[in-house]
């Protein structure tokens, strides 16, 4: 059986696992970049790990980026993965792709496989065409102090977040009737409230083909330009990258380094030149789309209101303007976006308006809203904006004088691969998937250095 599949990118990794009398509610922590401002909740992680085996002494959270002996730190973490190497802690259990089930307080059932994605066909810059891209703008100054975590570790813990488009939900949701009870090796409660996780290993011929073939077919070029009604000659995405992009950029920054000192033989199965993801399939029934809205303060409205005709008309859209008495008057209102025109909401103390954006030159309403707010804040520097998550906390914030309120609908799944697409990236601050304690937690690790 070969472990590299060059049609899509795709390895299948080594896994290094925790010994099997590793306590693991202890031993899987959440991804480092969670609770970045909440010092207690890693105090108590620290708490409850105490002197045990747990990936919290292997990787970095965030929230210590700045102390001043994060090098310290860093060398610790090296120092530990070295310790779980020699003294078998982290065992190596050879080539598998991993099925993994988790339940949360938020949905009953999230799906997700681990396998392992080659950084060569890997591009964050604006206009990539390769088959693996960011979804959203990559902050370079981000990628240094990651460089620095990485360059000398020598295991990896994904908590990279890779998403498909695969509305028949061939991929993913299959593997639950395919893969035997035998092959199930975990079944436990994350710390924290992090809710259950039941996970599977892949290793055997006829599935992971399974998997492979069906990717392969969402690989289809022409398949690819029917499902999003394109007439440009663009190359097919395939995987798009959510949660850790930086780290995933981080990865491959590191491997563009290794690889000049590699002879062309040697690049082609360095451990280096991949990375350890999970992919998610977008239209999972565990994945939810919640819009993310704007509140505006220190705001003069009838001035916006004609900064936001002026703006509109200039990119050759146009701006349609309904007024109401009152929110639930506006809601019964609401009308729902199409090719031609995306509406929106914008409530303040004393007016509710329907915004329709006529012929918008982006694919969805918040990326053509946001194209103007940024505008108007770099011309009214005594403006202030906010990225609010719920309906009812940009309502309290709406009713003090000054503030505005804009609110969006909810993303449809199918727009978010069209959108990466035609537009390249995602507006920031589009939509959030889910919340921090359902984030990735560390398991499972794979061997970056020969």
Not at 102 to 121: G, N, S
Not at 145 to 162: C, S, T, Y
Not at 315 to 340: A, F, P, R, T
Request: glycine content about 2%; aromatic content about 14%; proline content about 4%.
């Amino acid at each position: 059986m070969q472990d590299f599949f060059d049609e899509i990118w795709v390895k299948i990794p080594e896994i290094y696992l925790p010994k099997k009398w590793t306590d693991l509610s202890k031993w899987a922590v959440v991804a480092c970049d969670q609770y970045t401002s909440q010092p207690e909740y890693w105090n108590e992680v620290k708490n409850i790990v105490w002197d045990s085996p747990s990936t919290l002494k292997i990787t970095f959270p965030e929230i210590y980026l700045d102390w001043w002996h994060k090098a310290e730190i860093i060398d610790n973490i090296v120092k530990t993965m070295h310790e779980y190497d020699e003294n078998g802690i982290l065992e190596n259990q050879w080539l598998w792709f991993i099925y993994i089930e988790r339940q949360t307080a938020h949905v009953p059932v999230r799906k997700w496989l681990i396998l392992a994605l080659d950084l060569e066909k890997y591009d964050f810059s604006k206009g990539s065409q390769t088959l693996i891209r960011a979804t959203e703008w990559t902050i370079i100054e981000r990628i240094p102090p990651r460089v620095e975590i990485r360059k000398n570790a020598i295991f990896e813990l994904p908590h990279i977040m890779v998403l498909i488009d695969d509305p028949d939900k061939q991929v993913i949701e299959p593997l639950k009737a395919n893969v035997k009870d035998e092959n199930m090796l975990y079944d436990f409660d994350l710390m924290m409230n992090g809710g259950h996780i039941k996970w599977r290993k892949i290793n055997d011929d006829e599935t992971i083909m399974q998997v492979v073939n069906w990717l392969k077919k969402l690989n289809n070029t022409e398949n690819f330009k029917e499902k999003y009604g394109l007439t440009e000659n663009l190359w097919v995405l395939l995987f798009a990258m959510w949660d850790g992009n930086h780290s995933f950029a981080t990865a491959k920054a590191i491997w563009e380094e290794k690889k000049k000192t590699l002879s062309p033989e040697e690049q082609l199965n360095d451990p280096a030149r991949f990375a350890l993801v999970e992919i998610n399939n977008v239209h999972d029934d565990g994945i939810i789309f919640e819009p993310i809205h704007r509140v505006l303060f220190n705001v003069e409205e009838n001035s916006f209101v004609d900064e936001m005709w002026r703006f509109f008309r200039s990119i050759g859209s146009d701006l349609k303007v309904e007024e109401y008495s009152s929110k639930e008057e506006l809601m019964q209102n609401m009308k729902k976006s199409n090719w031609n025109t995306h509406y929106c909401r914008w409530v303040s103390k004393s007016s509710y308006y329907l915004f329709g954006i006529v012929n918008p030159k982006l694919n969805l309403e918040v990326g053509n809203m946001q194209a103007f707010l940024d505008q108007y804040l770099k011309d009214h520097s005594d403006s202030k904006i906010d990225y609010v998550h719920w309906d009812d906390v940009v309502e309290r914030l709406w009713k003090e004088n000054g503030n505005f309120g804009i609110l969006f609908p909810i993303m449809d799944k199918s727009d978010f691969f069209k959108t990466v697409v035609v537009d390249w990236a995602l507006p920031r601050k589009t939509f959030s998937m889910w919340e921090a304690d359902e984030k990735r937690y560390y398991l499972e690790a794979r061997k970056i250095v020969k």
